[in-house]
Structures are given as C-alpha cells and as structure tokens.
C-alpha cells in the first residue's frame, strides 16, 4: 500500500475511513483530537490520493495529510490508491478495506453519511460498511500480500461500532461529540491543507475563499453544538437504537 504513514501501531480504538485527505479534518476531526485526549489509539484510512483533484497534486496532500495527522494526534494515517472521484464497490476495494481492518482491529469505525453531494463519499459509507463485514468471516481470503504479511492480517476482525459523521447532511443527528475545546486545532489541521484552502486563482470560483472558511465551520460547529448544549459539537448518526444503563445520567437537557 503505497502513501504516507503516520507512526506505525499494531491495533487503534478508533479508525475514520473517508474517501479524501482533509475529509477527516472537515467532519470529524474535533472528535478524533477528543478521543486522542481521552487516551484512545486513533488511526485514519484515506482511499483515495487526491490525483483528480482541482488544487494540489497528490503529492502535496500527501504532505499535508501528514502535517494535519500530527495536529489531529493520530498515530497512523494511510491512503489507499483508489481512483479519486471514481471510488466503486467492488470486492478488490472491500478487499483493500479488510486488510486495513484486520491490521488495526478497531473497535470503532467512522464512515462518511450515505447520502452526499460528492459520489465518493456516499459509496464509502456502502463501501466501508460492507468491508466491515466482509472483515469477520474467517473463510475471506485477503490474498498474498496478507498472508506474507504475518497472522496477524489474516485474522478475522469485526468492528463493533459504526457510526457515520453526518455534518454535511440534512438529518437529524443520532448524538453529538462535544468539541468544544479542540475546536482551534481542529481548524489547524484543515487550514494544513493550504494547497486546498489557500487564496489562489485555480478553483477560485468552487472553493470558499479562505477568509471565510473559518467563519463557515466554526458557524457548523456551533450550530451542532447548541443542539447538544455546548459550544461546539460534530454530529454523528447510527443506525442502531441506543442503550440507557441509567436514566438520571442522560446527558442534555430537556427544558
């Protein structure tokens, strides 16, 4: 798997899979600074290099997506070499997802929402979703380069939570992180990616001029986060129904 690697661990709490580098940064990034502070191993998985892209070459964002891992604190970040704006759900692809999987065993997985404006992000919710699967069965043969790799790639492992950030979608969230006191360095890990979201002619009319980026995702944050009674939040769904150990414990207010 060629692309850039940010430290090298054996198995992470939490693994985000999106289709492009600063997808992350952009949708769950306040949250993986907070699991990191809690002591959680977190880890992010990019499919694509970022090659059909209007600004930067792949090369750039593969630096950037290195200096964003740093702020975010993940201890490894890989990018797969899907085709950028032409991911498809194939079993080669759901492949290359399993062997991630079965090497960082995660017990949680972040995925894009299922409906999205870019194609790519709606197939890797499908795409990550069924890879997830596909990486339990101990009959699946992951192919060569697992095998040689050591055991450890070949083992069957499924994770136990999925859940999908849903920030640029028109849903109601299942729950929201609060982000609260990371929200500057979240926002230093997007603005790493200045070949995207610097002042520049190329693109000039698609992306949001960089003075206002700020103003535009700190105004998304709050909004998430008013919902939840903090000042920042990143809003996630599930699809399953959630679990009440104890009633006096929920957390957010009513009235």
């Known amino acids: 798997m060629a692309a850039e690697r940010a430290g090298e661990i054996s198995a992470v709490d ?15 990034g306040g949250t993986l600074l907070r699991m990191a502070s809690r002591g959680l191993r977190t880890a992010v998985l990019d499919l694509t290099q970022g090659e059909a892209g209007t600004r930067g070459s792949a090369e750039e964002r593969a630096q950037e997506a290195a200096d964003a891992a740093r702020l975010l604190g993940v201890g ?17 692809n759901r492949i290359k997802i399993v062997r991630v999987l079965r090497e960082l065993r995660p017990r ?23 890879a997830c699967f596909l990486s339990g069965l101990a009959k699946l043969d992951v192919g060569a380069e ?23 979608a028109d849903v109601r969230p299942s729950f929201i992180v609060d982000i ?13 990616y200045r070949s ?15 003075e206002e980026i700020r103003e535009r995702t700190f105004a998304e944050a709050r909004h998430y986060g008013l919902l ?22 929920i957390p957010v207010q009513s009235i």
């Open 14 to 28: 939490i693994l985000a899979i999106a289709a492009h580098r600063d997808d992350i940064e952009q949708t769950c």
């Open 76 to 92: 490894w970040r890989h990018a797969l070499d899907l085709p950028d704006g032409a991911i498809e759900n194939t079993l080669a």
């Open 108 to 130: 949680v997985v972040i995925l894009p929402y299922w409906q999205a404006r870019h194609p790519d992000h709606a197939i890797v919710a499908t795409l990550g979703y069924e």
């Open 146 to 168: 697992s095998r040689e790799a050591g055991a450890l790639l070949v083992k069957p492992h499924r994770p136990f939570k999925i859940v999908y950030a849903s920030l640029y």
């Open 180 to 192: 609260t006191p990371f929200i500057e360095q979240r926002h230093a890990a997007l603005m790493a």
């Open 196 to 210: 995207q979201y610097a002042n520049q002619q190329q693109g000039s009319g698609l992306f949001v001029p960089e």
């Open 228 to 249: 939840a009674g903090v000042k920042f939040g990143e809003p996630f769904v599930q699809k399953e129904v959630s679990l009440v150990d104890d009633l006096a414990l």
